[in-house]
């Protein structure tokens, strides 16, 4: 069965960068599946962060990150990518990436 396990989260000043990952144990369809990074703040209803589509690649970003984050993957390692740089206070929060299922999330905190 599909497996996800995040890391990378933690805590970053303001303008700060950090990578996240999610390594995939299996893709349901190998060759046709998307990846996406999805965040929840406190108190706020979880939202899409950015999204890649496989195979051709194409990539998907809400507005309040475009520009800082993406989204890359690795199909060799089945591992999705979220590199986040100029990272502000308002980006704090629960960062979830999900294929077919759900990952457990990691804690972003930006002070």
């Known amino acids: 069965h599909v497996q996800l396990v995040e890391s990378g989260g933690g805590s970053v000043q303001a303008g700060g960068s950090l990578r996240l990952s999610c390594a995939v144990s299996r893709y349901r369809d190998s060759r046709r599946h998307c990846i996406g990074w999805f965040r929840q703040a406190p108190a706020k209803e979880r939202e899409g962060v950015a999204r890649v589509d496989a195979p051709i690649g194409s990539t998907y970003y809400a507005d309040s990150v475009k520009g800082r984050f993406t989204i890359s993957q690795d199909n060799a390692k089945n591992t999705a990518y979220l590199q986040m740089n100029s990272l502000k206070p308002e980006d704090t929060a629960v960062y979830y990436c999900?294929?077919?299922?759900w990952g457990q999330g990691t804690q972003v905190t930006v002070s």
């Open positions: 999900a294929t077919s299922i």
